[in-house]
């Protein structure tokens, strides 16, 4: 079983930055990829950055690359998404995953731990 706690979320003006952080307990960190995925109103909850148990291999979607870091840390057990440069568009809630292997993936269903989400909104 794994645990995950999302924090770090809130209202941003366009252009600004956020830090996301995600606590996981339960199995050990370092045996597991992670992810964050995100979900608009009425939209599908979509990819947006992964990264492998190492931190060596990271993953992003097309629509954040260049903006958005992920890495973690694994004597914290904690995951980070920072986002810069930020748009009207990426609102959503973003959620943290487990993946169900050591690796990262863009895929929803290779995860199988998710925490609540925390809410970023951007304004224009």
């Known amino acids: 079983q794994v645990q995950l706690l999302e924090s770090g979320g809130g209202l941003v003006q366009a252009g600004g930055s956020l830090r996301l952080s995600c606590a996981a307990s339960?199995?050990?960190?370092?045996?597991?990829?992670m992810g964050w995925f995100r979900q608009a109103p009425v939209k599908e909850r979509e990819f947006v950055a992964a990264?492998?148990?190492?931190?060596?291999?990271?993953y992003y979607a097309d629509s954040v690359k260049g903006r958005f870091t992920i890495s973690r840390d694994n004597a914290k057990n904690t995951v980070y998404l920072q986002m810069n440069s930020l748009k009207p568009e990426d609102t959503a809630v973003y959620y943290c995953?487990?993946?169900?292997?050591?690796?990262?993936?863009?895929?929803?269903?290779?995860?199988?731990?998710w925490g609540q989400g925390t809410q970023v909104t951007v304004s224009s």
């Open positions: 995953a487990a993946h169900t292997s050591p690796f990262g993936s863009a895929y929803r269903t290779d995860f199988g731990y």
């Open positions: 990264i492998s148990w190492s931190g060596d291999s990271t």
């Open positions: 339960g199995r050990t960190f370092s045996s597991y990829g």
